[in-house]
């Protein structure tokens, strides 16, 4: 069981360059989300997908888009990557949506991303 | 977006010693989750909460929902070099969302 996989670890981008984040789970959870995490901010969402063929939006979703390919894997992409956009990005996943009692979500390892 | 107040923002301590750290925010929250997070890895979930007032141990750690509902506690006892890490709380209200605190970051002296 890898759990959450993320990739890649690391990426450096120029301004204006598009870039696709991967996730993937095995644990056949049906939640899956999309965080990003900055100095002193804590970890903010960006979008969340409940259950496979649905996503919804964030606290910051602006700059970014998802697609939920199917149960496992939830990617993020960036059309056109912006300073503003480097941060270190988490993916997560929980059994069931978080309405739901006893929901804990799991996390990945990160991909630390740089714009230029 | 909602930020929750977590405090305090750093500790450092002595081995062995006992810690505390809590989160506090302006909404009523129906579930807390309190995680740990090492240097370059993605947090990792330490304990979940889910009614006012329950008291969840894990190991050396507990955790508290408070009975307000806006508040949560950490306590971690007989701290060991281990413990190092950057502490967050999660909670979640009527939503969808999870939010999280900025993070409590531990250091122990042996």
């Known amino acids: 069981n890898a759990g959450v996989t993320q990739t890649p670890k690391f990426q450096v981008l120029k301004t204006g360059q598009s870039m696709t984040l991967q996730c993937a789970q095995d644990m056949n959870h049906n939640s899956m989300y999309w965080y990003r995490q900055d100095p002193g901010m804590g970890l903010r969402l960006i979008y969340y997908?409940?259950?496979?063929?649905?996503?919804d939006k964030g606290e910051v979703p602006n700059g970014y888009n998802v697609s939920r390919l199917n149960k496992r894997e939830f990617s993020l992409r960036l059309e056109s990557a912006a300073p503003s956009q480097t941060s270190v990005y988490f993916c997560a996943s929980s059994r069931t949506p978080a309405l739901a009692a006893s929901n804990e979500q799991f996390f990945g390892p990160g991909t630390r991303l740089t714009v230029l | 977006g909602q930020q929750l107040n977590q405090s305090p923002q750093s500790m450092f301590i002595q081995e062995g010693e006992d810690v505390s750290m809590n989160c506090t925010s302006s909404s009523i929250f129906n579930t807390w989750l309190w995680y740990k997070q090492d240097p370059g890895e993605g947090p990792v979930l330490l304990i979940a909460?889910?009614?006012?007032?329950e008291l969840t141990s894990n190991g050396r750690l507990t955790a508290q929902f408070g009975i307000t509902r806006k508040d949560s506690f950490l306590n971690i006892s007989a701290s060991i070099p281990s413990d190092v890490g950057i502490y967050f709380c999660a909670g979640r209200g009527l939503g969808n969302q999870f939010y999280f605190g900025t993070g409590t970051s531990l250091t122990v002296i042996p």
């Open positions: 909460l889910y009614k006012a007032g």
């Open positions: 997908s409940a259950s496979e063929g649905t996503t």
